[in-house]
């Protein structure tokens, strides 16, 4: 076994033997579940980044708290080559746990409303969280095996996409060095440990949010002549809006248009004034993304004419500022990661996995011009045994956000460390 894979395999330990040569080790279990027992939803993650900041300045960083709100970024300055980024994530989500774990969350927090809700990290940043100390750790104290400038970012509000956004605001990519990569991971709720999957080119969609305010004139349920009923109107665009990605959207670009909410009338006899509809749309590329925008637009302005509603009462349509961008993977980055994957995993522990139309606002590191490669992997975090018991079954795994999802902490993290340490040590060594 070489000696750089051994090293890595001792960290996987969690124990004290594994930093023989250091009297600050951290057992990473330990953090996890401190971190699991104390989310913070977004935009409120103070004493997340308060612990974490102070974890990464004992290993000997130099941290800048308040980057973009409660965001951190500690460097390592060491000699010359790269600068490579890694990040985590911090905000956990307003969901109350179901997992029966030990370390479950009790945790109420207030929500933007002032109201105390349950709090989880049903989207496993905590495991981001904690591979990126286990790296930090790792990486600092091996630094007589790589050099360059590593720059450990711990975001803030990703779940409402305005972290990613606010830290390059705030001179992420302008007040440290600018990367020569970016690097992060997100754990995968229908994966089993021990294994990462990788994915060249789009790997998650652009979301939008979108709302449409239906007007009409209201008036008796019984003399609807005399009206403009915005509920019928309303159930007109909405069968018209499905016809967006089925006869105007290329068949071979992925794009959702998903109407998740609809609110209107009082009552069985009154018609309404107004309708409201929250949608929610997907995509991959801006081309498909506009175009979506725009049909949109144009069904409820024809829906509109052809109910003859004056032009003051056409639908409002109102794009939301949460645009999440798309991520996508930079593929020559990604085949050098998994050439490293399969170094410090193994081949079979590998795989290359499907694009999704989720979101994920790490995306928006890989949109600043000029633009720096950029790649999320999925780490695996379903326990083994559940894991093939569910594929015998055919059992339906419980998914991210979901108040059952509970990775199996200890070989996530191993693997986690394991997988993001080699890269980053790949890189910072490839010729
Ligand atoms: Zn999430
Ligand atoms: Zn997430």
Redo the contacts with the bound molecule.
Sequence with gaps: MDKKLFKLLLIALFSVSAFANSNSDINLLDLYKDLHSNPELSYKEFETSKKLSLILEELGYEVTNGVGGNGVVALLKNGEGKTIMLRA?MDGLPVEEKTGASYASRTKTLNDEGQEVFTMHA???DV?MTVLIGAAQYLIQNRSDWSGTLMLILEPA??VSGGARNMIKDGLFTRFPRPDFNLAL??SSGMETGKVGYLPGWAMANVDSVDIIVKGLGGHGAYPHTTKDPIVLSAQIISQLQTIVSRQIAPTDPAVVTVGSIHGGTKHNVIPNEVKLQLTLRSYTDEVRNATISSIKRIVRGAAIAAGLPEELYPTVTLKDEYTPAVFNNPQLVEKLKVSFEKSLGKDNVKKVSPVMGG?DFGMFGRVEPIIPTALFWLGAVNKNIYEKAVREDIVLPS??SDLFLPDAEPTLETGVKAMTGAALDLFNES
């Design positions: 994530d989207c496993g940043h981001h990703e779940e997100h754990v994920e991210l956000h």
